[in-house]
């Protein structure tokens, strides 16, 4: 079966560190996003890409960057990891601009 | 800045009654309107899609929209305590860039 598959799942680190978390579909979708979530805030778009060599800035992009140089991954890096960035991140992917998002299990990372 | 409301609850229903969700959306040119379950420490899973006005029907779940009002409502009937959850509802700007989330709203269901 196709699915979206994060990891790590867990994540411990410090601040100033840089960090990628990975994210690996086999849907074959072109689309593909990141988000945050957090008390209060609810998912919060940081990322998104409509194909190979396609990246843009979602709500909360600041401290992140994407790169998309295959259908099948979207790594997130936060290039200084600050406290700020404790989080709940989720991966998701669609078949088109309309369709539902298919989400990956989650990263919790902690920024200490 | 988009927005997607929803009421953060928590909504208490007994069990067999119905839950009534409900969301609001500011973007007048919204197409793609979503409901997401998702349990505690779990990822948001699709439970309804709903592109027109109207209601849609999938088991005991029906979600209404009415673009009019830009207002869309999930409905479950027969609630269960497997129900309670937190709901998320998500729309899809005119501009078709990705979904926006409301907050979601937290669904009790005591037996």
Redesign the interface.
């Known amino acids: 079966d196709a699915e979206i598959t994060q990891s790590p799942r867990h994540k411990i680190t410090e601040t100033g560190r840089q960090v990628t978390l990975a994210c690996h579909q086999t849907w074959n979708h072109n689309n593909m996003f990141w988000y945050r979530q957090d008390l209060g805030h609810g998912l919060r778009l940081i990322h998104y890409s409509y194909g190979v060599q396609d990246t843009n800035k979602g709500e909360v992009s600041d401290g992140y960057s994407v790169s998309r140089s295959n259908t099948e991954d979207l790594p997130l890096t936060l290039e200084s990891a600050a406290s700020s960035q404790t989080s709940v991140y989720f991966c998701a992917s669609s078949e088109s601009r309309n369709s539902p998002l298919h989400f990956g299990n989650g990263t919790r990372l902690t920024v200490t | 800045?988009k927005e997607v409301e929803q009421n953060s609850g928590p909504l208490s229903v007994p069990e067999g009654a119905i839950a009534s969700l409900n969301c609001t959306y500011s973007d007048r040119g919204s197409?793609?309107f979503?409901w997401y379950r998702q349990y505690s420490g779990?990822?948001?899973?699709?439970i309804m899609?709903i592109?027109s006005n109207g209601d849609k029907e999938d088991g005991r779940f029906t979600a209404q929209l009415n673009k009019a009002s830009q207002y869309v409502s999930l409905l479950i009937r027969d609630s269960q305590p497997s129900d309670s959850a937190t709901y998320?509802c998500?729309v899809?700007n005119q501009a078709?860039?990705?979904?926006?989330?409301?907050?979601?709203t937290t669904l009790s269901v005591s037996s």
């Open positions: 800045q197409q793609s979503f779990k990822s948001p899973e699709l899609f592109y998320l998500a899809n078709g860039t990705a979904l926006i989330f409301g907050k979601g």
